[in-house]
């Protein structure tokens, strides 16, 4: 049986690069966000919206509760955390990038092709 520990360590060095993590999502990144800022109303039971707590991401029928962040760079951070799915019993771990931009009014969540941009919602 092959040893997957020295993958795992390679693949997680650039994520962490020796960056303290955190157990919470920094305030910044906290509050609803919408792909189309006329769907900011229906919240996260829109699949054009994400809400973003301390704890948790909440998307279109997931929730994705945070096991810890690493802040990158000046408004960027990695969210490692287990993701369940509405309706089912099972949780996989997942990982994802947000980054902040525009002064925080863009959220963007993934990285090249597969990443989105959102808006902040007003509260």
């Known amino acids: 049986m092959r040893r ?3 993958i795992l360590l390679v693949l997680a060095a ?13 305030a910044d990144f906290i ?12 919240g996260p039971a829109d699949n054009a ?9 909440q998307e279109f029928g997931t929730r994705l509760a945070v096991r810890y962040v690493v802040k990158q760079g000046a408004s960027g951070l990695f969210v490692d955390g287990h993701l369940t799915v509405t309706g089912s ?17 863009v959220l963007n969540v993934g990285e090249g092709e597969d990443s989105g941009r959102y808006m902040r919602c007003k509260p």
């Open 89 to 105: 019993r099972q949780r996989s771990h997942t990982a994802t990038r947000l980054e902040l931009l525009e002064g925080g009014a």
């Open 14 to 26: 650039p994520v962490l690069g020796g960056a303290t993590r955190q157990t919470t999502i920094p």
């Open 31 to 42: 509050g609803d966000w919408s792909s189309a800022v006329e769907r900011c109303a229906a």
């Open 4 to 6: 997957m520990v020295p």
């Open 49 to 57: 919206n994400i809400r973003i707590g301390p704890r948790e991401i």
